[in-house]
């Protein structure tokens, strides 16, 4: 996957309009922790998303409704799927625009790890739409089907996880 080609592509113009972002969850697991900071999880059906490609601009459009980047870039017009990706790379959303398959035991490993580390601080919050929830882990590992790695790195996480169910947009960042 990558969106360099999919920058290029007007095949998928349509989904930015479709509304089907709204039917994705978006999670925050908080903490003011300066090295665990933050981590972002968008969720999607895949009765809605039937490829990686539409789920990714779906997560990433619930993403960027739900920081209000969307509101302070294009107001309340929608821009094409062009100016969004391209908006997307320009504020280096992955560092990495090619997205490549890893084993799930790989990215399980981090992700328990940034996880455990983000829910262990005090003062650590969960969310689920802006409203504060109980805790629970969003992925089960036997219920994992793919993963797609942006990123991967020691201060940045982002990954498109595939489920039986599901796709899960994954994305963690310390403050550096």
Known sequence: MNLSTLYNSTQYDHLL???NWQKADFYELDT???????AIVVALPKKVAK?????????????????????????TTTPTLKSFIH????????TNTQGKPIAIEDFWKKYSATIAGITGEIGFE??????????????????????ICFDDNWEEHNFLVETKTSWVLYHWSSVV
């Open 51 to 75: 490829t990686t490609t539409e789920a990714l601009i779906y997560a990433l459009q619930k993403q960027a409704k739900a920081l209000r980047i969307w509101e302070a870039e294009w107001k």
């Open 32 to 38: 003011s922790s300066s090295f665990w900071n933050k």
């Open 126 to 147: 969960f969310t689920k739409n802006n409203e504060t929830i109980p805790f629970f882990n969003l992925l089960n590992k036997k219920e994992l089907t793919q993963v």
């Open 17 to 19: 309009t479709d509304g």
């Open 87 to 94: 908006f997307f790379i320009a504020e280096k959303g992955f």
